[in-house]
């Protein structure tokens, strides 16, 4: 069936250093993904988004890498401050006609 | 208001209660969802309106009606408010259905 997991349901780096977090999706038809950071007590907020036809895009000390062949999808953080600590979303969607499917979340600590 | 809001903050209810969650957006988005947010269970979809005078049924609808008069407000109503339905709720926009979301602060709602 359709859905969307992640690897590691907890990450923890050092400060510092940079964190890697993957999700797998089942989809082939999904041309849409999207990162969300969610601190605590907050709700999601979008990080960064990639469509189907790039396997890579950057912003501000992030990058989202998308491998079409094997259904993979991974935000870099470069070096990892304390405030990136939070639970790590991510979305696809497969067309606008449709609704995003949530993976589950990664727990991302930083360690002093 | 700047962006998406979301009231009360946090609620206890009784069983049985009619309670009104209020979302506003003043982004001119035209798609509104209310997501719950349940601990080891991530974000579920309950309602979402891809347009003023339209809205759709989404993972978990049972319970709950939204309605959409017009395009900043979607409010998402317990007619009969019972204890499962204690969670986080979440309202989020997007300029067109499919694309990136916007989230709200969330309601914390508790049904005793």
Redesign the interface.
């Known amino acids: 069936g359709e859905s969307v997991g992640l690897h590691l349901p907890t990450l923890s780096v050092q400060e510092g250093d940079n964190s890697i977090i993957n999700c797998a999706y089942s989809n082939s038809a999904s041309d849409?993904f999207?990162w969300y950071k969610q601190e605590s007590?907050?709700?999601?907020?979008?990080i960064i988004?990639i469509r189907s036809n790039m396997d890579k895009r950057q912003g501000q000390r992030v990058t989202v890498l998308l491998n079409k062949t094997v259904k993979h999808l991974s935000l870099q953080i470069a070096a990892t401050q304390p405030g990136d600590s939070a639970v790590y979303?991510c979305a696809e969607?497969r067309?606008?006609?449709?609704?995003?499917i949530?993976?589950?979340?990664t727990k991302l600590i930083i360690k002093p | 208001i700047a962006g998406i809001t979301q009231a009360p903050t946090s609620q206890i209810l009784a069983a049985g209660r009619r309670m009104t969650l209020r979302c506003t957006q003043d982004m001119r988005h035209n798609a509104m969802y209310w997501y719950r947010q349940d601990l080891g269970l991530g974000l579920r979809l309950i309602h979402y309106s891809n347009t003023a005078g339209t809205t759709g049924k989404g993972e978990v609808p049972d319970g709950y009606s939204v309605s959409r008069a017009n395009t900043d407000d979607f409010p998402l109503t317990l007619a009969s408010a019972v204890p499962s339905q204690t969670s986080v709720y979440f309202c989020a926009s997007s300029a067109t259905s499919g694309g990136p979301q916007f989230f709200g602060p969330g309601t914390r709602l508790t049904v005793l």
């Open positions: 849409y999207i007590g907050k709700g999601p907020q979008f988004d979303l969607n067309g606008s006609n449709y609704q995003l949530w993976g589950a979340g």
